[in-house]
Nanobody
């Protein structure tokens, strides 16, 4: 079994910062691309940022220059540093990882349970 566990969400004022973490654990042979997604009430889930195993990153236009995705391959963990937060960043944030379990020859996508981020004064 593979699990992704997120942490770091919460309530923050506009202009503030938060750092999300997502740790993958279980029967993991390899981790490939990892990413963060978010879903606001009444909206579809959208991509926030992705990072390859080699460290190449991509960002949604709405978060460029404010959010930074990173990963620690030794810890099977990814991070999302969120600065200059805006009320429109309020959403449930989900991490995703492409994982090759020890029991399979191919990669599968796994999702975390989600963590709430609320930006409000």
């Amino acid at each position: 079994q593979v699990q992704l566990v997120e942490s770091g969400g919460g309530l923050v004022q506009p202009g503030g910062s938060l750092r999300l973490s997502c740790a993958a654990s279980g029967s993991i042979l390899r981790l490939n691309d990892m990413g963060w997604y978010r879903q606001a009430p009444g909206k579809q889930r959208e991509l926030v940022a992705t990072i390859t195993s080699g460290g190449s990153t991509k960002y949604a236009d709405s978060v460029k220059g404010r959010f930074t995705i990173s990963r620690d391959n030794a810890k099977n963990t990814e991070y999302l540093q969120m600065n200059s937060l805006k009320p429109e960043d309020t959403a449930v944030y989900y991490c995703k990882a492409a994982v090759q379990p020890t029991t399979l020859w191919r990669f599968l996508d796994y999702w975390g349970q989600g963590t709430q981020v609320t930006v409000s004064s």
